[in-house]
C-alpha cells in the first residue's frame, strides 16, 4: 500500500521556521523524485521546491529562493522541506508528490497545514 505522509505543519509567528517532513512507504523512494506543492484559499497548486532521484538536484519557485531548503533521506524514505523566514503568504496546505523516473507513476499525500500569522 503505498502512502505519503506529511507532518510539521502548524502555526507560526512570521520569521519563524518550520520543517515539513513526508515519509514514503510502499514504493522504492530512492528511484523517485519528490516534490513540495502548496495550495492556498482559492488559489491553484503550486510547486515550493523539487529533488531529482539520484544526482540530488533541486530547484525552487522564485517566492521561496533563500527561504526555503528541500532534502532527502533515502534509507528514511522521507523528503524534508525546511522553511525558514516565513511569511504570511506562505500560509497554505502543503503536499508532498512522488514522481517515478522510470515509470509513468507519481503519488501525492494528504497535506499539511502552513499558517503564518502573528
Known amino acids: 500500500q503505498v502512502q505519503l505522509v506529511e507532518s510539521g505543519g502548524g502555526l507560526v509567528q512570521p520569521g519563524g521556521s518550520l520543517r515539513l517532513s513526508c515519509a514514503a512507504s510502499?514504493?522504492?523512494?530512492?528511484?523517485?523524485?519528490m516534490s513540495w506543492y502548496r495550495q492556498a484559499p482559492g488559489k491553484e497548486r503550486e510547486l515550493v521546491a523539487h529533488?531529482?532521484?539520484?544526482?540530488?538536484?533541486?530547484k525552487y519557485a522564485d517566492s521561496v529562493k533563500g527561504r526555503f531548503t528541500v532534502s532527502r533521506d533515502n534509507a528514511k524514505a522521507t523528503v524534508y522541506l525546511q522553511m525558514n523566514n516565513l511569511k504570511p503568504e506562505d500560509t497554505a496546505v502543503y503536499f508532498c508528490k512522488a514522481v517515478s523516473s522510470m515509470l509513468p507513476t507519481l503519488y501525492w499525500g494528504q497535506g499539511t497545514q502552513v499558517t503564518v500569522s502573528s
Open positions: 529533488i531529482t532521484a539520484y544526482d540530488v538536484r533541486t
Open positions: 510502499g514504493f522504492t523512494f530512492s528511484s523517485y523524485a
